[in-house]
């Protein structure tokens, strides 16, 4: 069950990622002034973008420290034999959880940015949300 959840998150984050992204690029290629309503809901997908990759790692977590060999990923991994610091480097282990590392960081990032970057969101963000894509996609 834990991992339909992760794999639901993972689809849903990818999915709010590619909405962000287009939200903030047309609103980015507006002639006239860019639209609130438009930023409004970029930002709302980006969030639940950033809620979804979260929940993803707390999840990985949970089966990496629960010892889940079910899943191949903690299968590989993991072992019931190694101590508390290994079991949490086991995160980053594979190449799956590298890039699951690097989409978190940068979708924290990328809501700092949100509050940080004022009037160059949109464009700024449609950056930070499409390389999003791509790192959430591997």
């Not at 464009?123 to 949300?129: A, K």
Request: proline share 2%.
């Amino acid at each position: 069950m834990p991992g339909m959840i992760g794999r639901t998150f993972v689809w849903m984050s990818f999915a709010a990622a590619i909405l962000a992204t287009i939200l903030y690029i047309l609103n980015t290629t507006r002639k006239d002034k860019p639209l609130k309503k438009i930023r409004s809901y970029a930002r709302a997908f980006f969030f639940l973008h950033v809620f979804s990759m979260l929940s993803v790692a707390v999840i990985l977590y949970y089966l990496i420290f629960n010892h889940y060999f079910e899943y191949a990923y903690v299968w590989q991994y993991s072992s019931t034999l190694l101590p508390v610091k290994y079991i949490i480097s086991c995160f980053w282990a594979g190449q799956e959880g590298s890039f699951l590392v690097w989409a978190v960081f940068q979708a924290l990032i990328g809501l700092i940015l949100i509050f940080i970057s004022r009037d160059w969101e949109d464009n700024v963000l449609s950056v930070v949300s499409l390389s999003q894509v791509f790192v959430t996609s591997m």
